[in-house]
């Protein structure tokens, strides 16, 4: 005969199980994405407008990656792992079709737009599921589901895919347009370091 406590502990153990299971279920769907932002270190830039279409054309998001972005580990790479702090977050199972960014180079005073496509084989790559644990807490963190745009200041736009398991993996690489600002438009001031560190050594083109 099984006691009571037995009995509760028996049941106790199953929906815990049936719980795991659901959730091991949903992990295979990915739901939850982001669009991420950096600037090499010492050239910052300042977000101005971020645009994502979804993969269908019917629907879309309109969102900030927090005006300023983040750095790379040093100013002549795209090193680090400084990219969630800047992230857009999206809650949908539909991925991006297109991203549109508008950001101000603080470097070299210039602005600069472009409208990214985003592939199917980008989004392919996003949704395959990788039984892959990492961190502290060796947690289940099966996808790569943040699209990096590494923002350099002659325009230059690195697109990067990775994950909090995934180093930056980069997928192409897209010139920026210069976009012209109004007339009495202000840029913002770098600050001491960063304004002395460019400048020392200028703003280099083609490296990033």
């Known amino acids: 005969m099984i006691n009571a406590k037995t009995f509760l502990l028996i049941i106790f153990c199953l929906f815990v199980s049936a719980c795991s299971t659901n959730s091991q279920i949903k ?24 645009l994502i279409t979804s993969e269908t054309k019917q629907g879309g998001w309109r969102g900030m990656v927090t005006k300023y972005t983040k750095f790379s580990k ?19 199972t539909e991925l991006p079709g297109l991203i549109y960014i508008r950001w101000h180079s603080l470097a070299n005073k210039k602005t600069y737009n472009k409208t990214i496509k985003v592939s199917e084989d980008i989004r392919r790559k996003m949704r395959e599921y990788h039984d892959i644990r990492c961190g502290y807490y060796d947690l289940l963190l099966p996808y790569k589901d943040n699209i990096l745009l590494g923002l350099a200041p002659d ?30 438009f202000v840029y913002p001031e770098l600050s001491e370091e960063a304004q002395a560190y460019v400048d020392e050594h200028g703003v280099p083109t083609g490296i990033w």
């Open 27 to 50: 992990s295979k769907q990915l739901n939850e994405w982001t669009v991420s932002t950096v600037a090499p270190k010492y050239y910052s830039a300042y977000i101005d407008i971020l």
């Open 74 to 92: 040093n100013p002549n790479s795209w090193e680090g792992r400084e990219r969630y702090s800047s992230g857009y977050s999206i809650q949908s």
């Open 155 to 184: 325009g230059m736009i690195s697109v990067f895919l990775n994950g909090t398991c995934f180093d930056n993996e980069l997928q192409f690489k897209v010139q920026a347009v210069e976009y012209k600002v109004a007339d009495d």
